[in-house]
């Protein structure tokens, strides 16, 4: 439902408390927000743009811990809180994107669907939202419903803020069920698209993708649409309005807005070499990787091995992940250090590997 626009003067003595960075208080940011917005129901047309983008910034700031947002954090949440239409966002990695998805449900005080692309990128979310006052994120997966087989009932009676899941599990028979139930429907506000652009990238691998725009179907008219990406050319933001299910920007109820923001990336290069003629798989060419570490010629230790830039090799096929983990392994034993030393320095990541070492591995490739 859109939020109706009086056109009287009433409440204009409230207009100076949405400008005040000190009027948010310590108490309930969730309590204050609520008075707020139903203050900018009756607030004049003119006033209204000002108000509703100092109650945002202000908000914002707030689970900022004080840092000042970026004003298209700003415009895309007032477009998401105050109903104005379909946004997608177009920004480079560090932008600050997800800090949208999360704020959503404390401003609006109804549910969102966060659809992520990889469990992986679900489990770092879910941690970051719960970071933020009265959050309560839940995390849907075949090993999470495995593991609480009340999840979905949880769900249905409105214990949590933010719902991440994966396309499959947001297009299955067995969510679709409690989309239907009325009450369930009625909580969700916002369906948002994390890494949107991988809609049309992975399409070929994982279909359930372009079975997104159905939700559509299950949820209220006044749902809004949100996604963001730092990989989106025309063709593809083409193709992610129409499988996500967005609006058209042509929409009479909630049209969409696409923000765009540079995606410059100075600081990353490009290096092409060719492969030579019948040398594909000679993984020699990728030794240099780990030269670093032989920077001194007598010393051979956990510390040198320290020095090899944090990389990630990415290869089609497990057997090309064990041969190209072996050569680089082998290199280095060759140059004089301990194979255990450097099992540790070189890791392979794939569908086989055990859960308890992906964990060692990513957690080992995210720290400092």
């Known amino acids: 439902m859109r939020v109706k626009r009086r056109r009287g003067r009433a409440h204009q003595h409230e207009i100076p408390s949405y400008q005040n960075p000190a009027s948010l208080q310590s108490a309930s940011i969730q309590?204050?927000?609520?008075?707020r917005i139903s203050t900018i129901a009756t607030t004049p047309e003119k006033e209204l743009c000002s108000v509703q983008?100092?109650?945002?910034?202000?908000?914002?700031?707030?689970?900022?811990g004080g840092r000042l947002p970026r004003i298209n954090q700003v415009r895309a949440l007032?477009?998401?809180?105050?109903?104005?239409?379909?946004?997608?966002?177009?920004?480079?990695?560090?932008?600050?994107?997800?800090?949208?998805?999360?704020?959503?449900?404390?401003?609006?005080r109804r549910i969102v669907i966060q659809l992520i692309p990889l469990s992986k990128l679900g489990e770092e979310q879910k941690r970051s939202i719960e970071q933020l006052p009265e959050a309560r994120p839940c995390l849907v997966t075949a090993e999470t419903k495995h593991t609480n087989p009340n999840l979905y009932k949880e769900i249905a009676a409105g214990l949590y803020t933010h719902i991440l899941m994966g396309p499959e599990q947001a297009v299955s028979d067995e969510f679709r069920d409690l989309l239907l139930n009325p009450d369930v429907k009625n909580k969700i506000g916002v369906v948002a698209i994390d890494e949107l652009h991988v809609m049309e990238q992975w399409k070929e691998f994982r279909l359930e993708y372009l079975k997104i725009r159905e939700l559509r179907r299950y949820l209220r008219a006044d749902t809004?649409?949100?996604?963001?990406?730092?990989?989106?050319?025309?063709?593809t933001e083409q193709a992610v309005i129409y499988h996500g299910g967005f609006h058209e920007e042509t929409h009479h109820e909630l049209p969409l807005k696409i923000i765009r923001v540079s995606i410059d990336r100075p600081d990353i290069s490009l290096n092409i070499l060719p492969i030579e003629r019948g040398k594909s798989m000679a993984y020699?060419?990728?030794?240099?990787?780990?030269?670093?570490?032989?920077?001194?010629?007598t010393s051979r230790t956990e510390d040198d091995l320290q020095r090899i830039p944090k990389t990630i090799i990415f290869v089609d096929g497990l057997q090309s992940v064990a041969n190209i983990s072996t050569s680089l392994e082998w290199y280095l034993f060759v140059q004089g250090f301990e194979p255990t030393m450097v099992r540790d320095a070189i890791g392979a990541y794939t569908s086989n590997t055990p859960r308890y070492d992906q964990d060692l591995l990513y957690d080992k490739i995210r720290s400092p």
């Open 31 to 35: 309590k204050t927000i609520e008075e």
């Open 53 to 64: 983008h100092d109650l945002i910034f202000h908000g914002l700031q707030r689970l900022l």
């Open 78 to 108: 007032r477009r998401i809180v105050f109903r104005h239409g379909d946004t997608i966002v177009s920004a480079k990695t560090g932008f600050g994107k997800s800090i949208i998805f999360h704020a959503i449900p404390i401003f609006i």
């Open 224 to 235: 809004i649409w949100f996604g963001c990406s730092a990989t989106l050319n025309k063709a």
């Open 284 to 297: 020699q060419r990728l030794w240099f990787l780990v030269d670093h570490a032989l920077e001194h010629p």
